[in-house]
């Protein structure tokens, strides 16, 4: 038998702190999320205009139950007391022992544009490598968010390929995705 396998709970970066929600954390996620639909609103498909405290909470409840039973880790970015916008690591077909995993990611709209999300994902990778153990990290991001694919640039992941027209977006019309990844080795290389 293996020994079980104990995910760390939160990094504290130069910038933010990240961590896994707890009880209580949902009127921050409420107020990150509704204030940010517009801008969320073409890229992910949960956003909606107004998300319940309530509705938040209970969310905010199941990321941390998911977290501890190493279902899905489901992370909050931290600015003091303000939710900055989540991330994660998600097994989405991979597992903890195979050592691949995806990082998804939505910035809050007030913080959008200024660098948060590469901040975000810098730490996330130090993080991932470091204390996680991975060894191999995704991203995938629509082929119009242009955003998202320059923060996986700059942290150095690299463009492995475009899945064409693989899903429908949230109007209903076809998207492509591109797929984004960073090996253990290639991150630990550029921090010679």
């Known amino acids: 038998m293996s020994d079980p396998f104990f995910a760390p709970e939160e990094f504290v970066g130069e910038r933010f702190l990240l961590r896994t929600y707890r009880c209580g954390d ?12 517009e801008h969320l609103r073409p890229w992910m498909p949960w956003a909606v205009p ?22 899905d880790f489901v992370i909050g970015i931290w600015d003091g007391e303000t939710l900055v916008g989540g991330t994660g690591f998600h097994l989405k077909g991979g597992s903890i022992e195979g050592g691949t995993v995806e990082i998804g990611m939505w910035i809050r709209h007030s913080y959008a544009g200024q660098g948060a999300g590469t901040i975000a994902l810098q730490h996330m990778l130090e993080w991932g ?8 990290l995704v991203w995938r ?49 550029s921090r010679k």
């Open 26 to 37: 949902g009127k921050a996620l409420s107020e990150a999320a509704s204030s940010s639909y």
């Open 50 to 71: 107004e998300q319940s405290i309530t509705v938040s909470e209970t969310l905010c409840r199941r990321f941390c139950a998911n977290y501890l039973t190493n279902v």
């Open 129 to 136: 490598f470091t204390e996680w153990g991975w060894q191999r």
């Open 141 to 189: 991001c629509d082929t119009r968010n242009k955003g998202s694919a320059q923060v996986a640039e700059k942290c150095g992941l690299v463009l492995e390929g475009t899945m064409r027209s693989d899903a429908l977006d949230n109007d209903g019309k076809r998207r492509s995705t591109h797929i984004y990844a960073i090996l253990r080795e290639d991150w630990e290389a």
